[in-house]
């Protein structure tokens, strides 16, 4: 659906969340311009937002950040050593963000690096046994908090959004990875 004038993408004039608000605003300033694409690309942001916010509680009770977990995560999940460079790509990070977070958890004695044999410039980060066991057991936890974050929804509505949004990623990553190259 189209935006109409003085309406937004959904049609729905009456939401009560902020970006309604400001997706109002908007129109009464320039009530000529579509405002459909600012009614979903500030609600992704202002989730996005709010759920950074809360810093995922199970996280923040073992003392870890989301990128903290989702470093080790990755590594938990591949189930092999990697290189910062793949750890970088895998948990969508930079190079500089990765080095920052493994020495934290090198330092917490969750993480090991090891030296390639072949090239020292290189090195390979795996869990140590105390980093595997804090991702197995906070993961049941950190799931359980997301499906409260999400209970408002029912699971058709869960599953509608996730295929929504798995589109446009797909679209936005295919984009800018074009962009990239």
């Known amino acids: 659906m189209t935006a109409t004038k003085g309406r937004g993408a ?3 004039d009456t939401r ?3 970006v309604a608000a400001v997706v109002r605003q908007w129109q009464a300033v320039h009530p000529d311009l ?3 694409p600012m009614e979903i690309i500030g609600r992704v942001n202002r ?3 709010l759920l950074q916010q809360a810093e995922d509680a199970p996280l923040r009770r073992a003392g ?13 999940r591949t189930g092999h050593e990697l290189t910062p460079g793949e750890l970088a790509r895998e948990t969508f990070s930079s190079g500089a963000a990765v080095t920052k977070r493994v020495k934290q958890l090198t330092e917490r004695g969750l993480v090991e690096r090891r030296g390639d044999t072949r090239d020292r410039r290189v090195a390979h980060l795996r869990l ?3 980093g595997r066991d804090l991702v197995d057991a906070l993961l049941p936890e950190q799931l359980a908090y997301e499906t409260a974050v999400l209970s408002s929804l029912d699971a058709g509505r869960q599953g509608e959004l996730a295929a929504l949004l798995g589109e446009l990623l797909g679209r936005l990553e295919g984009r800018l990875g074009a962009l990239r190259a």
Request: aromatic share 4%.
């Open 10 to 12: 959904t049609g729905d």
């Open 16 to 18: 009560g969340d902020t």
């Open 34 to 36: 579509d405002t459909g």
């Open 47 to 49: 989730c996005a937002a």
């Open 64 to 76: 870890l950040s989301r990128p903290e977990f989702d470093l080790l995560g990755a590594l938990r």
């Open 128 to 130: 140590t046994d105390a």
